[in-house]
């Protein structure tokens, strides 16, 4: 019997709900990304076409998937699949899942996640996307982790972790 692959969501959310504006994260946390680098690496990770093309290229050490309606889309070093479904199929079963982003994939993701590691930047930003309205009864906080503003970092923030309990 093979054990289940974890699903989990990992964003970085300002305090008005914005993840992004024109195709890009609208800031620059280093502790965050290395958190996303120690948590992806050796694992699958899904992400809608414009997610993929706002990183620019296939993230390393793990295997990159790329959802998307476009025909004949290539995105070198990923797979490409056509719908959610289709993308939690395509993962290495030894390997756990991460949902990074977008928006669309994000609100397609809460129905079928285990966990959810949420960035929470200290601040309101001007953005074009948002993460999707979240129904808290059914998630449950189990970690959490403060970083101040410094010398690295423009904003304060925090990691925090939750598991799926409904």
Partial sequence: MTQKQTISIIAAVAENGVIGKDNQLIWHLPEDLKFFKRLTSGNSIIMGRKTYESIGKALPKR????????????????????????????????????????????????????????????????????????????????????YEKDEKHDYAFCIEEYDFVA
């Fill in 63 to 146: 295997t990159n998937i790329v959802i998307t309606r476009k025909k004949d889309y290539e995105a070198p070093s990923c797979k490409v699949v056509g719908s959610f479904t289709a993308a939690i199929e395509a993962a290495p079963e030894n390997e756990n899942i991460f949902i990074i982003g977008g928006a669309t994939i994000y609100k397609v993701a809460l129905n079928h996640s285990d966990k959810m590691y949420l960035t929470r930047v200290k601040a309101e930003f001007d953005g074009d996307v948002s993460f999707p309205e979240i129904d808290w009864d059914e998630w449950k906080l189990v970690g959490k982790q403060n």
